[in-house]
């Protein structure tokens, strides 16, 4: 089946793919990292003793939750609920998601073995994804749907770890001192990102995310070595299917350009890093972000007056989406998105 936004003309001019490919755009199209979720009551109220991966797993819950942002704020984009960990879980990875904590991996990889044992990914395993992103797609009409996986540093990370961690330090150890057992694991790791992403844009995805939130842990010379040659290979795969692709990580201002030579279409920026300047990186690329994401607890003055600059900014790249620079924090007040997401829009009319 050929990607939706290939067959329907409505979804292929959005604002959001215009802006992706780098075309004109009627106004600057916005959607926010972490949309869905924990800030909006709906989400709590359908959530309730219901547990995430369950939640992940439920194409009914999966389309409500994913649409309950763009019916809330009309973002130009929805993001596809679920979690970068999500296609290991599918496979066998005996995982949770605690609340509170994140996701937890009950046997950390340390070894080839553990590697080997984990297995590559088949459509058959996520039959859940496709039902959920074929239901979407129907509801959303000339709305693009955001497929997404994580890159395969940050998977690996929690696989290594067993856990979030802040350091990274049993990754980088095994990244540094057992580099063939690291490659042995981001070949691993790339393999099923990039046919958790296949299966997505194969049931109407019309754009991916490659989500590398803790890439910006390895110095420029170790992401080139150790980490971008595996995201490559992801975002080669979903090169052939014709859809955009967004590479973001957190932290990353160092290696910005390295992203987008990745083969990224736009770049994700966080707040850190001056838009221009993560213009500048980008390297002709369209660029995605990146309003800081404390700015909704100041004044709504305060905050509008920041994203007039981001959306002033991002006239100059040859495509800016609009986004935070990291995902919404839980005790977001979500009026704040809506009024942010009708000023982008007001503002930045053509
Ligand atoms: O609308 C949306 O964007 C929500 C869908 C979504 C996405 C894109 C979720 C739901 N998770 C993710 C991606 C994700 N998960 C990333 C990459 C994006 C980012 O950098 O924020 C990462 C790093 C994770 C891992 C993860 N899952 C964490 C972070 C832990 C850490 O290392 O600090 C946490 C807390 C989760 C659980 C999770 N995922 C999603 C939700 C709504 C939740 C909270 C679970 C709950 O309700 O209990």
């Known amino acids: 089946m050929p990607a939706a936004s290939t067959t329907d003309p409505a979804l292929h001019a959005s604002a959001f793919l215009s802006a992706a490919r780098?075309?004109?755009?009627?106004?600057?199209?916005?959607?926010?990292?972490?949309?869905?979720?924990?800030?909006?009551?709906?989400?709590?109220?359908?959530?309730?003793?219901?547990s995430m991966l369950e939640s992940c797993m439920r194409p009914d819950l999966v389309v409500e939750i994913t649409l309950q942002p763009v019916r809330r704020y009309g973002v130009d984009a929805a993001i596809f609920f679920s979690d970068i960990v999500l296609p290991l879980k599918a496979v066998g990875v005996d995982l949770d998601i605690t609340p509170g904590v994140g996701p937890v991996v009950a046997s950390p990889v340390r070894t080839l073995a553990d590697v080997?044992?984990?297995?590559?990914?088949?459509?058959?395993?996520?039959?859940?994804?496709?039902?959920?992103?074929?239901?979407?797609?129907g509801?959303?009409?000339?709305?693009p749907l955001i497929g997404f996986a994580g890159a395969p540093f940050t998977v690996a990370s929690y696989l290594v770890e067993g856990?979030?961690?802040?350091?990274?330090?049993?990754?980088?150890?095994m990244m540094f001192g057992a580099p063939e057992v690291w490659a042995a694991l981001m070949a691993k790791i790339a393999g099923i990102a990039a046919a958790y992403l296949e299966v997505q844009v194969e049931a109407g995805a019309s754009a991916v995310q490659l989500f590398d939130s803790w890439a910006g842990a390895v110095s420029r010379a170790d992401y080139e070595q150790h980490v971008m040659p595996w995201s490559a290979q992801v975002l080669e795969r979903i090169g052939a299917t014709g859809v955009?692709?967004?590479?973001?990580?957190?932290?990353?201002?160092?290696?910005?350009?390295l992203m987008g030579a990745a083969g990224a279409d736009v770049?994700?920026?966080d707040w850190r890093v001056p838009l221009a300047a993560g213009i500048e990186r980008a390297g002709g690329?369209?660029?995605?972000?990146?309003?800081?994401?404390?700015?909704?607890?100041?004044?709504?003055?305060v905050m509008l007056e920041r994203a007039r600059e981001v959306?002033?900014?991002g006239r100059t790249a040859p495509g800016h989406v609009f986004n935070l620079g990291h995902g919404v924090i839980p005790a977001t007040d979500p009026d704040q998105l809506a009024r942010l997401t009708d000023f982008v829009h007001e503002v930045s009319q053509r």
């Open 116 to 137: 080997e044992a984990i297995p590559d990914l088949t459509p058959e395993h996520v039959g859940f994804v496709t039902e959920s992103v074929r239901a979407l797609v």
């Open 311 to 313: 959306v002033e900014v």
């Open 163 to 173: 856990g979030p961690s802040k350091d990274h330090a049993r990754t980088k150890a």
């Open 285 to 301: 690329r369209a660029v995605q972000g990146n309003l800081d994401p404390t700015l909704v607890f100041a004044p709504t003055e």
């Open 244 to 257: 955009p692709r967004i590479h973001f990580g957190v932290g990353t201002g160092e290696i910005l350009d």
């Open 22 to 50: 780098g075309e004109p755009v009627t106004h600057t199209p916005v959607w926010f990292m972490r949309q869905a979720g924990r800030s909006l009551p709906e989400y709590r109220a359908l959530r309730e003793g219901v």
């Open 267 to 269: 770049v994700g920026v």
């Open 139 to 143: 509801e959303l009409g000339a709305t």
